[in-house]
């Protein structure tokens, strides 16, 4: 039977729902391994154990890597779910996202697959993020109408977590309204006001007629802030817009709806609009870095003191230690200091507002990083088609958009800057591309930011550029002579090399390409950041200080959608905190905010606003590398926002280095909390359910050790809160961020855990 596949993309910030009866499934039976005949209607299933497809399998305790697990599912198919629909002509299966390939059986017979498995012609490929919708006529064989039908879904995972995460799966019978959509484009009147515009379409030729209205919901409340409606009809050729304003400093839903006139069925979409929580910075001078630096003895010194008020400032200093200047225009401090020691010294930053001074600590001994790095990675915005013009344009971008003011000072070219082949000593060459590495690196250092660059220890890169393999000392002696200050070292490659050696499966096998390098850059006269990027293999966080890695990669690859940052945020971090500390860090990936999209085809994050607030907030608790994976030039208001709020990002830059621990998980809340220097915590309120919610924060009070508080900040609104109300709206993935502080010391405590 021929079998058809609909890929259903909704953007990140909009959720749809029509008209349509479905029938929904949660829980199935599940069975690790794979058998063919598993797909069959009469299957023993005595020994299955039950699972629900609304979280991954890995998450429900099955370890299933580089394998197969089965989902089976029985359920009834009323004929009324066919009556209903004024189309009668399709079934439609919708499973969401599976993690990574799957093949789909209706009664024993295949009726869709979504990517591939490594036993097909062409080879194993993930399409995890793909959401699956199969369609079987209304007029087939297969569906057993009032009957009980079967529905079996083989899945195979490459790397945890695994399995279906996006339940319950929903089947439909469609109705020509579910022909309809609604778009959402933003726009702004002759008077500056935002306006949200609300496009009804129609994919028929058949005009369809009814009522389209639009309003503007505050969440939290429930109210109706403006609305507008009017009569309208649409068809293939013809469509209908509503523009309504809203405001983008205040947390709003616009729910735009279309109701037919003749059968009354209707579609609604709601839209979740950009709102900008960060208050503008003050005119006058303002440090928004952390009063710490780390250096190694003789080093070159690159820091750039990050000071945001009206241009232009002026930053100097009356007791600058021997050996150190400072650029007064750019805040860029450079030098070496040759001993080991603690200098601390006094910066002023002026301008026509005012001044300011910032009490500033270098600590010259043999730990950097003192805290996480912040900066900007080339990969997730240009992909392989990077080039130095590029980074260069985006070091500009990163300046004249202020990030640079909020500490944001690493410039890392990913990979794609390698030539074909070595030079005939050798050495590693760039491709044309690149003119000059060393001149790039010189103008970097000169604004004040550093330098990165990437490789592999095998003999490829992800991208097939040349990795680092037998060259190892080479590279890390051109790192040297080009100013490099991180290196970003991939896995990739050497995995070939790594399957041949026969102590491949123990941690010594894993660790040993990368001690290796660690050895070379350590000969090197310069400090260069280590960042481990190998997935997360052989729990390389219990392992990677004992390389001096300065960080490491803790997952895979993240994308912007909310599985993703789930499954790396709040699955894979929580027990890791006890690996985090100055100098070496935990890392679960690049940030996907901004315009992002690999190479060509950048577009907005599919984050909502909700979402990219609880992605900051959280990655700041985690103590967290913080480097930018968009077109900084193409960055928004919002974005810049989320990025350079200084109280949240000092949450990250905390010179204590403690990363933060889930204290709380019950149901779909989950408290995280993280000591701060001045004997504050921040405290995150994330909710990760499907529904937004009342949290009462007074509730947790025993698990997070407080008896009362002292005070309550907003860090994302940077307002100071009632302490003896506590009770607040956290929308569907959104967070409330706090920093608090409590009568008495908070102690550490034991996780809270309870069943939804």
């Excluded at 959401?131 to 009957?147: A, E, I, Q």
């Excluded at 000092?650 to 621990?661: E, P």
Aim: aromatic fraction near 10%; charge should be neutral; glycine fraction near 8%.
């Amino acid at each position: 039977m021929k079998h058809f596949l609909i890929l259903l993309a909704v953007a990140g910030t909009m959720s749809l729902t029509s008209s349509a009866q479905d029938v929904l499934m949660e829980n199935a039976k599940f069975h690790a391994g794979d058998n063919a005949s598993w797909a069959g209607e009469n299957v023993d299933e005595s020994s299955w154990r039950d699972i629900k497809n609304s979280a991954t399998w890995t998450s429900q305790g099955v370890k299933v890597e580089n394998g197969f697990g089965w989902y089976r599912y029985h359920v009834r198919l009323p004929k009324s779910l066919l009556e209903k629909s004024d189309l009668k002509e399709t079934v439609d299966f919708i499973l969401g996202g599976i993690d990574d390939a799957d093949e789909t059986y209706l009664n024993g017979k295949l009726i869709g697959k979504t990517g591939r498995f490594p036993s097909d012609e062409k080879g194993y490929a993930s399409q995890w993020s793909t959401k699956r919708c199969y369609r079987v006529p209304v007029t087939s064989n297969l569906v057993k109408w009032d009957g009980v039908n079967v529905l079996a879904v083989r899945v195979y995972n490459a790397s945890d977590p695994g399995g279906m995460f996006e339940g319950p799966i929903r089947v439909r019978v469609p109705n020509t309204v579910d022909n309809l959509s609604i778009s959402f484009t933003e726009a702004k009147a002759a008077n500056g006001t935002l306006q949200g515009i609300s496009t009804i379409n129609s994919k028929m030729k058949a005009t369809k007629s009814g009522v389209f209205a639009v309003k503007v919901v505050d969440p939290e409340t429930g109210e109706t802030l403006s609305e507008k409606s009017m009569k309208v009809s649409v068809n293939e050729k013809k469509n209908k817009a509503i523009a309504v304003p809203y405001d983008n400093h205040r947390m709003v839903r616009i729910i735009s709806t279309f109701t037919e006139s003749k059968s009354g069925l209707s579609i609604t979409s709601q839209y979740i609009p950009k709102y900008i929580l960060t208050p503008a910075a003050p005119a006058t001078p303002r440090f928004n870095t952390p009063s710490l630096y780390g250096v190694r003895p003789g080093s070159p010194i690159h820091f750039r003191f990050g000071v945001s008020g009206d241009k232009p400032v002026k930053i100097t200093s009356d007791d600058l230690p021997q050996g150190l200047s400072i650029n007064p225009d750019n805040g860029a401090l450079s030098g070496s200091l040759a001993k080991a020691g603690s200098y601390t010294f006094t910066v002023k930053a002026k301008n026509a507002k005012g001044e300011q001074l910032q009490r500033f600590t270098i600590r010259v001994g043999s730990t950097i990083a003192l805290t996480p790095p912040m900066g900007w990675n080339s990969w997730n915005c240009w992909g392989l088609s990077v080039t130095q013009d590029k980074v260069i344009s985006s070091a500009k971008a990163l300046i004249e958009k202020g990030l640079a003011d909020y500490g944001y000072s690493y410039m890392n070219i990913d990979d794609g800057w390698e030539a074909p082949e070595r030079n005939p000593d050798g050495t590693i060459g760039v491709n044309e591309k690149f003119p000059s590495m060393k001149a790039l690196g010189d103008w970097l250092h000169g604004e004040g930011l550093k330098f990165g660059i990437y490789s592999s220890p095998g003999d490829l890169t992800c991208g097939g550029y040349l990795g680092s393999i037998d060259h190892e000392l080479q590279d890390a002696e051109s790192y040297n002579s080009w100013g490099i200050d991180y290196l970003k070292y991939d896995w990739c490659g050497y995995g070939r090399k790594h399957q041949t050696e026969p102590d491949n499966h123990t941690v010594a096998s894993y660790v040993r390409p990368y001690l290796l390098m660690e050895r070379c850059l350590r000969q090197q006269p310069r400090d260069i950041f280590y960042s481990l990027c190998q997935y997360g293999m052989a729990d390389v966080w219990k392992w990677g200080e004992a390389v001096d890695a300065n960080s490491w990669r803790t997952t895979g690859d993240i994308t912007d959608t909310w599985q993703s940052l789930y499954n790396i945020g709040f699955e894979r971090q929580p027990e890791l905190y006890p690996y985090a500390k100055p100098g070496h860090w935990n890392d679960p990936d690049m940030l996907i905010v901004g315009k992002v999209g690999w190479s060509d085809n950048l577009r907005d994050s599919r984050l909502t606003p909700d979402e990219q607030y609880t992605h900051i907030s959280l990655w700041t608790l985690l103590a967290s590398n913080m480097l930018i994976g968009c077109d900084i030039a193409q960055m928004d208001e919002f974005t810049v926002s989320l990025l350079c709020n200084n109280e949240v990002n000092a949450v990250n830059q905390d010179i204590l280095g403690k990363q933060a621990k889930r204290d709380v998980e019950d149901g779909s809340i989950q408290i995280w909390s993280r000591p701060l220097s001045d004997g504050s915590y921040a405290v995150g309120i994330f909710n990760v359910g499907k529904t937004d919610a009342h949290v009462d924060f007074k509730k947790y009070f025993p698990q997070l050790g407080i008896k009362s508080l002292k005070s309550v900040r907003d860090l994302w609104r940077q307002q100071d809160l009632d302490t003896s109300d506590v009770t607040y709206f956290i929308p569907t993935h959104g967070v409330k961020y706090l920093k608090v502080k409590s009568e008495e010391p908070i102690g550490r405590r034991q996780s809270m855990k309870s069943e939804e």
